[in-house]
């Protein structure tokens, strides 16, 4: 299976034809597809590394998602949600309007004005994407942070952006316990009086200590006007930061804008999902992650989609967990992760089987490269041969896609394993070290060498390191990090984090690459790979492997297998040195592979902050092994 012919409607050539002799004023005509209160003067004004996009406009994120569709989407569902303990809420265009305006209101009373900041902890709730829409109404800048995080972490985030509300719960959800968040607030905001207030959901009735800057959300809302003006904003008004979790140093803060990031966004979910009034949306990111701000809170709403929404782990209680709620709601549209798709591999293709996934017709991934051998399975499993796949490639950074397949703007094959094209209006390369285009078929450094609408607008508080992160390794570029390659069809084809490249004896070997050769031998669900000094070679290969379920063979002759394997299709110079196999990987809460864990641990580094780490045990596992590893080497010398 090299390429799949399937799409879902004719090729609008028109567009990229237009993105492609003036991307500029491409963008302007996209942009046409949201409301401005008033119209702009001039499209871009880019004054490298800065952009400025529909100068002079005045827009409302908050007004775009829910003004709009009042007329004739007012009874529509837009939320579907469903609590991982069992409850479940539907919530209308009309009824979210009406809680947004009346938080608005609360958040206006207590002396929130535009370009404040109010940071938001919570759990996978409707109250998150309203609290999120009744700072944009206002113009304040929202500031979420993954539920998942320990008080340091957050404390440093709500200091640099010296929010003056924290919005949290007393408690949510997760694999059948109750975390704490207003437990962890209370740590996080000691001694920091800038905050004022901090308003809390009731969401799992857990015991909770109050102060005199406590309040509850239902009590604020039972009370107070259901009616808010939403206001016009500059199109370059900061709609939200996202912090990106550093591995070293202090977390850097995303700054997105209001009228660019939403051209980006309608014009991406437009082109990738084909979407239509009929669909049910189902994206499994968090909110606390730019997928969750991107295609869950802002895109769905301002397409007037109805999507469901999920609060806990995506095999609690048990693996069928997804199949289960794609049957109950006839959802039609699935974005997950890779990783996740991974680890329901692993359990079989009998679970999913049992479940009536018909109403599917198209199948998304995000968040790394997906395997080859992965994407076959969604395709054929999850899919049953009949759906397309986008595998998008973009980052918390860019806003919104940025490679991908596009089913609702063009029919084109599709290959296992590769994102595909640029989005159009998009200018990207592959590059060696000096910049200069690389052949076909050769791996590189990805760039993009023209700004687009979702870009962020800077990192806060910080134009110099935003400079300095992005912008300095190529002139005029902006580099994402990423390593890649393109080949003779122009599809680009993902390789992993550029600092994930491994050198072995001068050699670079993509961390994913590898990776996605290891899970394509029938016996693999997972596996992640790192590199641990080597006199001889500078850097020896060490990979981790975890099994498919009922996977009985010994695990001699499977290392001898995957050793055989990774000879014939990459070549002798990746054979990893020892091959470890493992119950389970590292992971956030999120789903991702923590591949941060086994590389300090392989350095034997401190590993940093493990808050959002979903199961402790993996490290524990997994930190053995390198302690065998470090007696072998202490016994040789």
């Given at each position: 299976m090299s390429e799949i012919n399937i799409g879902l409607g004719n090729t609008d050539t028109e567009t990229r034809r237009d993105a492609e002799s003036d991307f500029v004023t491409f963008w302007?005509?996209?942009a046409k597809n949201l409301f401005w209160f008033s119209t702009w003067e001039k499209i871009l004004d880019w004054n490298p590394p800065f952009a400025k996009w529909f100068v002079g406009g005045t827009i409302n994120a908050s007004?775009?998602?829910?003004?709009?569709?009042?007329?004739?989407?007012?009874?529509?569902?837009?939320?579907?949600?469903?609590?991982?303990?069992?409850?479940?809420?539907?919530?209308t265009y009309k009824e979210m309007w009406i809680k947004v305006q009346k938080f608005t209101n609360i958040l206006k009373s207590l002396g929130v004005k535009k370009g404040d900041r109010i940071t938001i902890y919570l759990p996978m709730i409707p109250e998150l994407p309203i609290s999120m829409l009744a700072c944009a109404r206002i113009g304040a800048i929202h500031t979420v942070i993954f539920s998942g995080f320990s008080a340091t972490s957050?404390?440093?985030?709500?200091?640099?952006?010296?929010?003056?509300?924290?919005?949290?719960?007393?408690?949510?959800?997760?694999?059948?316990?109750?975390?704490?968040?207003?437990?962890?607030?209370?740590?996080?905001?000691?001694?920091?009086?800038?905050?004022?207030?901090?308003?809390?959901?009731?969401?799992?009735?857990?015991k909770i200590n109050l102060s005199s800057k406590d309040m509850f959300w239902n009590e604020l809302m039972n009370d107070v006007s259901d009616t808010c003006v939403a206001e016009k904003l500059d199109s370059s008004h900061p709609l939200y930061i996202l912090y990106t979790s550093g591995t070293t140093g202090k977390p850097k803060g995303v700054l997105h804008g209001t009228g660019g990031y939403l051209t980006h966004l309608y014009s991406t979910f437009k082109w990738a999902f084909d979407i239509r009034d009929s669909d049910v949306f189902f994206c499994t990111a968090d909110i606390g992650w730019v997928t969750g701000h991107s295609y869950v809170v802002y895109d769905p709403l301002l397409h007037g989609a109805t999507?469901?929404?999920?609060?806990?782990?995506?095999?609690?209680?048990?693996?069928?967990?997804?199949?289960?709620?794609?049957?109950?709601?006839?959802?039609?549209?699935?974005?997950?992760?890779?990783?996740?798709?991974?680890?329901?591999?692993?359990?079989?293709?009998?679970?999913?089987?049992?479940?009536?996934?018909?109403?599917?017709?198209?199948?998304g991934s995000v968040g790394e490269p997906i395997n080859p051998e992965v994407w076959k399975w969604y395709f054929k499993?999850?899919?049953?041969?009949?759906?397309?796949?986008?595998?998008?490639?973009?980052?918390?950074?860019?806003?919104?896609?940025?490679?991908?397949?596009?089913?609702?703007?063009?029919?084109?094959?599709?290959?296992?394993?590769?994102?595909?094209?640029?989005?159009?209006?998009?200018?990207?390369?592959?590059?060696?070290?000096?910049?200069?285009?690389?052949?076909?078929?050769?791996?590189?450094?990805?760039?993009?060498?023209?700004?687009?609408?979702?870009?962020?607008?800077?990192?806060?508080?910080?134009?110099?390191?935003?400079?300095?992160?992005?912008?300095?390794?190529?002139?005029?570029?902006?580099?994402?990090?990423?390593?890649?390659?393109?080949?003779?069809?122009?599809?680009?084809?993902?390789?992993?984090?550029?600092?994930?490249?491994?050198?072995?004896?001068g050699h670079r070997i993509g961390t994913a690459e590898l990776e996605s050769c290891i899970v394509s031998h029938s016996d693999v669900a997972e596996s992640a790979v790192c590199g641990v000094s080597d006199e001889i070679k500078g850097e020896a290969i060490i990979a981790f492997v975890v099994l498919k379920q009922n996977v009985i063979k010994?695990?001699?002759?499977?290392?001898?297998?995957?050793?055989?394997?990774?000879?014939?299709?990459?070549?002798?110079?990746?054979?990893?040195?020892?091959?470890y196999f493992v119950t389970k990987l590292p992971k956030t809460r999120s789903g991702k592979i923590m591949r941060r864990l086994l590389k300090a641990m392989s350095s034997n580094e401190t590993i940093g902050d493990v808050s959002t780490l979903e199961d402790g045990t993996a490290v524990s596992e997994i930190q053995s092994v390198f302690d065998e590893i470090q007696k072998s080497i202490q016994k040789s010398n």
């Open positions: 302007g005509k996209q007004y775009n998602t829910l003004d709009i569709h009042q007329q004739d989407k007012a009874d529509k569902p837009a939320i579907l949600w469903e609590g991982e303990n069992g409850e479940s809420r539907i919530l957050i404390r440093d985030r709500i200091d640099d952006s010296k929010s003056k509300i924290v919005i949290t719960a007393d408690g949510g959800y997760r694999r059948g316990n109750v975390i704490k968040l207003k437990e962890v607030i209370d740590e996080a905001i000691k001694d920091l009086d800038f905050v004022q207030n901090v308003i809390v959901v009731e969401r799992a009735k857990n999507q469901v929404m999920y609060e806990g782990a995506p095999d609690f209680p048990d693996a069928s967990r997804m199949w289960e709620i794609i049957q109950k709601y006839h959802v039609t549209i699935f974005y997950t992760t890779p990783t996740t798709l991974r680890m329901f591999m692993k359990f079989g293709d009998s679970l999913p089987n049992s479940f009536d996934l018909s109403t599917l017709r198209l199948l499993v999850i899919g049953k041969e009949k759906c397309p796949i986008i595998d998008t490639w973009w980052q918390t950074e860019t806003g919104g896609m940025m490679i991908s397949a596009l089913p609702g703007l063009e029919t084109i094959p599709l290959k296992p394993g590769s994102g595909t094209r640029p989005i159009p209006g998009l200018d990207v390369s592959v590059v060696d070290e000096s910049g200069n285009d690389v052949p076909e078929n050769t791996k590189g450094f990805l760039v993009i060498k023209n700004p687009w609408p979702g870009m962020l607008l800077t990192l806060w508080g910080d134009d110099k390191k935003y400079r300095d992160v992005y912008w300095s390794k190529y002139k005029n570029c902006y580099y994402p990090g990423d390593y890649a390659l393109k080949d003779a069809d122009g599809y680009f084809w993902l390789l992993g984090r550029a600092d994930d490249v491994l050198k072995v004896s010994d695990h001699i002759i499977l290392e001898k297998e995957l050793l055989i394997k990774i000879r014939n299709d990459i070549g002798a110079i990746a054979t990893p040195k020892q091959i």
